[in-house]
């Protein structure tokens, strides 16, 4: 570096620390901005609004846009049917409160009026054109009217029946011209009086109710010093009841009145900046208290109610940006921000000082903080920032800057008791001494030796010495500059450093200094004469714990920035009391620089974000790049504390932070149910866009119900978080973080009480929001079809009751029938066994009575298996029914040498039949075979069961034996028990015979 380099490095230094600037004050600001990279349909911004449910409305160049912090909804000539607004350029929104309503102007065609409960466009009235260049540019309502301002004059639309009525006279001829007639505004003051400004004529002021001409303002009483016949007027505000101020394209007006309308007109107003009486004038609004923000001639002002004193707000941009705050063409406040509307979009700007004060770029010489590596802070607020090839000066009063260097890595920079600049390179430190830069040994022979040391820390100990940290890993030197010498310090010297990389260095409360490394931290005591190490190797949960980079006191504990492992706190003892990481909300485990904020709260720098930490609660609250960070991006050993302010640099420049202005913000976001959309099994949905939903019917046919919701909040949207429940089904709150949306699968029928909350970054909630959900049933769900089906089921029961009923009564019956014939028959052929058993045995002759009861036991045997048949379930059917005929019938008849036929239709031999049947078709059939062999005579016995009448069962039993006259026989006992039997099956008995043609007997069912 030639000398006179070093001169004019060492110059500019000295005018950084000795001179100050008289510019007028800037207010270091940075702007939150919305433009079509964010989603915002359009630039050119007309007018910002909030209605009274906290949405943004902004009317562009290219249509209308609601904002509710995170997401647009557009209105334009391409929207859906109930978004849709007939021109892209509105000119022009008010809210209607009282009717939940935007009034929508555009700049031809239709007045459009949206419903600001669901956002939809409810009805459209055509606007009168009096010329085709006739455009609408403004409008105001009073009372019922509201008055409309275009090229061509001015227009009123009575509200009440939507009619135009004919707009009232003014006193004086108004010349009909373009330019004469063109209203850019119109104001309505505190007395619901209107202000016309008409370009080419002045302003007229009307009775609100009336519509009659009260007073007029000509052009030359408002100063028209450019001598040109106009004067546009863009914009107005109310300073109170009974002033008003207009920014006109020929600088600012302030008229003052009363109730009578006796003016006042100050064409002059502004004090001491006499450039805005005569300069364009674009937006103007009053903030209280005793605030006035205006923008003109390139810039945005705050001024006081007076205009006698003010500030420019100077806003912080990056090398590719440009400054929208100077070209705001609306502003609205809705009381803690200030929302412009710009050429490239809006912007917001918070009314309250902001605790941040971002550097970067200064776009009039293009220099900017490429990776800021180092930093300090001047006397006067001046800023030396140490880059990783070059360093600039920070201009504090008008925050320009100027480059010193632009080829060297500046490791550390700090001021010595005598405010002695010292700059640390890879070359070794230098400082600034007799307007040049100097290598230190050259002015300090002590450092002769240690001249290509490179320093990363400091600190002064009382006002002689200074320790200093190294970078290139030789420990730590101790420098005392009036005795003039240096001492190293290392792990071979007494006392040691556990290691001579050093990371950081700080001088405890008690005198101590510790030395921070990678691994360890080295402990030495005021006097220099012992050291302990610190590596946490015995705290076995925490032997991971490495990269010290910073440490601070504050409560009674020592707190530890541990990159990549979060804050360490440990006690008077150095023992470990907790370890703070980011599921503890800290904004990032890569910790760079600690601070303590007034004993009670820390303020930490990450690689990703700015925690700000309450040591009673023990709750952060994190700042990130959309908070007005410069970066989420800090550096190791970047950051100091000059008058109660943080200074912190890093990735793209610097942020200067105010901790006393690190307010909390304690009011929720406005919660609203936004969209509301049940999709239904027949590809339909039916969805709801009320704000102002309360009960939501979900029909039978519905497959899934999805319930989006919304948290406004503008201070930090992002960080918004939502909880959620179910009060039916569980009363515990769900965690649905940032997600605004949830989705209802499978709820029974019922009616459900929905439960949303939300919270903003500093995680005050709001009150629940309740959505009372009315499930309504399938047709097999109703109440009416679960009576029917218990009617039902108690029918079914019943029935089967009886039916069990009347099965157990027939088994009763067939039981009782069964014992019935074995104490007849069995009984009786017992009892003849028994008396032909004892003649057997009195009498010698006794072969007879042996014939006698071998036929009685065969007798019993075969009437014992019949029963036994009759009682078995798996032989219920026909076939089984005429083999057990055949078995009683073909024995008898072949003794009898009689011949026994039989026959089934086919189809019939598997038809089952119930045990009552079988058992008295049995005993039918026997008792007419029986008769055929005692008294018919035959020759031939025929069996025959075949389909009878309808397809029901008949048996027939003939013979071609003697025959006899029914009449004479009807009332014989053997035809009488077959009818019986024939009666209790419910089937019928038919004889047919006489003398000589044999008998025929047919049993069918009725």
Not at 45 to 62: E, M, P, T, V, Y
Not at 183 to 211: E, H, P
Not at 532 to 551: A, G, N, P, Q
Request: aromatic fraction near 10%.
């Amino acid at each position: 570096m030639t000398v006179g380099r070093i001169f004019h490095i060492g110059v500019l230094l000295l005018l950084g620390l000795g001179t100050k600037s008289f510019a007028q004050q800037k207010v270091r600001v940075s702007l939150v901005k919305y433009g079509q990279s964010e989603g915002l349909s359009s630039y050119n911004i007309r007018q910002i609004i909030k209605d009274q449910n906290g949405f943004l409305w902004i009317a562009s160049q290219d249509g209308l846009t609601r904002f509710n912090g995170k997401s647009f909804l557009p209105y334009t000539k391409q929207s859906s049917q109930k978004h849709r607004i007939s021109g892209p350029d509105v000119r022009k929104i008010i809210e209607d409160t009282i009717h939940k309503a935007l009034w929508v102007l555009p700049n031809r065609d239709q007045l459009h009026i949206i419903n600001t409960t669901n956002g939809d466009v409810i009805k459209n009235v055509s606007i009168p054109n009096y010329a085709n260049d006739d455009w609408n540019i403004t409008m105001a309502n009073c009372a019922n009217n509201l008055w409309i301002g275009s090229f061509r004059g001015l227009k009123i639309l009575n509200t009440k029946n939507w009619q135009f009525i004919p707009p009232p006279k003014i006193k004086s001829d108004l010349v009909k011209t373009a330019t004469n007639s063109e209203i850019n505004c119109i104001a309505r003051d505190n007395f619901n009086n209107v202000w016309v400004c008409y370009t080419g004529y002045g302003i007229v002021i009307y009775n609100g109710s009336s519509l009659k001409e009260i007073t007029e303002i000509k052009l030359k009483d408002f100063g028209d010093h450019l001598g040109r016949n106009t004067i546009r007027v863009n914009d107005f505000t109310l300073v109170n009841d009974n002033e008003i101020l207009f920014a006109t394209d020929q600088g600012l007006r302030r008229v003052y009145f009363d109730k009578f309308y006796s003016l006042t007109i100050e064409n002059n107003p502004v004090k001491n900046l006499n450039i805005l009486n005569n300069s364009p004038i674009d937006a103007i609004k009053t903030i209280r208290p005793d605030k006035i923000v205006i923008s003109g001639n390139g810039h945005l002002y705050q001024f006081n109610f007076a205009l006698s004193s003010y500030v420019i707000y100077d806003e912080s941009i990056g090398e590719a940006e440009s400054k929208w705050i100077n070209y705001a063409q609306s502003i609205y406040t809705d009381g803690d921000k200030i929302w412009l509307g710009c050429q490239q979009g809006i912007g917001m700007l918070r009314n309250s000082t902001s605790p941040f004060a971002k550097y970067y770029y200064d776009e009039k010489t293009g220099y900017k903080l490429e990776h800021m590596r180092s930093i300090c802070v001047l006397p006067g607020e001046d800023i030396l920032a140490g880059l990783s090839s070059g360093l600039i000066l920070i201009n504090h009063s008008d925050n320009s800057f100027t480059t010193l260097d632009k080829a060297h890595l500046y490791h550390h920079i700090f001021l010595d008791n005598n405010n002695l600049a010292f700059l640390s390179r890879d070359q070794g430190l230098y400082i600034l001494k007799n307007k040049a830069l100097k290598s230190i040994e050259s002015i300090y022979p002590e450092f002769k030796k240690y001249k290509t040391y490179t320093i990363n820390s400091h600190v002064i100990v009382g006002d002689s010495a200074v320790i200093m940290g190294t970078e290139n890993d030789e420990g730590i030197l101790i420098w005392n500059y009036k005795r003039h010498y240096v001492r190293k310090f290392d792990t071979s010297s007494s006392p040691c450093l556990a290691s001579n990389t050093v990371n950081n260095i700080y001088r405890d409360k008690g005198g101590n200094l510790w030395v921070l490394s990678d691994k360890v931290i080295t402990v030495i005591n005021s006097s220099f004469t012992v050291s302990r190490s610190l590596d946490f190797v015995s705290e076995k949960k925490h032997r991971k714990l490495d990269l010290f980079f910073d440490i601070c006191e504050s409560g009674g504990y020592y707190w530890i920035a541990s990159y990549g492992n979060g804050i360490i706190q440990i006690d008077n003892k150095w023992k470990i009391r907790k370890l703070i990481r980011q599921k503890d909300g800290l904004c990032n485990e890569g910790v760079y620089n600690i601070f303590n904020i007034k004993d009670s709260s820390l303020l930490i720098t990450s690689n990703n974000g700015l925690s700000f930490y309450n040591i009673k609660k023990q709750n952060f609250k994190n700042y990130y790049i959309e908070s007005g960070l410069q970066s989420n991006s800090f550096e190791e050993v970047t950051s100091t504390i000059y008058h109660s302010k943080i200074y912190a640099g890093g990735i793209n420049g610097l942020t200067v932070i105010d901790p006393s202005k690190l307010v909390v913000n304690k009011r929720p976001p406005i919660l609203y149910y936004e969209t509301v959309e049940v999709k239904l099994n027949n590809g339909q949905n039916s969805v709801n866009t009320s704000l102002d939903i309360k009960t939501l019917p979900i029909p039978s046919n519905w497959l899934q119900t999805s319930i989006s919701f919304i948290g406004i909040n503008f201070d930090n949207p992002k960080r918004v978080t939502y909880k959620y429940r179910i009060k039916e089904i569980d009363t515990n709150w769900i965690n649905n973080n940032h997600r605004e949306l949830i989705n209802i699968i499978g709820l029974p029928p019922n009616t459900y009480t929905i439960e949303v909350k939300t919270a903003n970054e500093d995680g005050y909630w709001s009150y629940p929001k309740t959505l009372i959900v009315k499930v309504e049933p399938k047709w097999f769900e109703t109440w009416l079809f679960k009576l029917g089906m218990i009617i039902l089921g108690v029918i079914i029961v019943s029935a089967f009751y009886q039916y069990r009923i009347k099965q157990i009564k027939i088994q009763q019956r067939i039981r009782r029938d069964i014992a019935n014939d074995l104490h007849d028959d069995l009984g009786g052929s017992l009892n003849s066994i028994k008396i032909f058993t004892h003649l057997a045995l009195e009498k010698k002759q006794n072969a007879s009575y042996l014939n006698e009861i071998e036929k009685l036991i065969t007798s019993t045997a075969v009437g014992l298996r019949d029963m036994l048949w009759v009682l078995e379930d798996s032989q219920d059917d026909i076939n089984e029914l005429l083999d057990r005929i055949k078995k009683f019938a073909t024995p008898i008849a072949h003794a009898n040498q009689i011949n026994f036929e039989h026959q089934i239709e086919q189809g019939l031999g598997s038809q089952s039949i119930s045990k009552t049947e079988k058992r008295n078709l049995l005993l039918i059939a026997k008792e007419a075979i029986n008769n055929c062999f005692k008294y018919a005579e035959c020759r031939t016995i025929t069996i025959i069961i075949k389909p009878g009448s309808n397809n029901k069962i008949s048996l027939s039993i003939s013979d071609d034996g003697a025959g006899f006259n029914i009449a004479d026989k009807s009332k014989g006992y053997g035809l009488n028990n077959m009818k019986y039997r024939a009666e209790q099956i419910n089937y019928l008995i038919h004889y047919n015979s006489s003398p000589g043609n044999g008998t025929t007997i047919t049993v069918e069912k009725k």
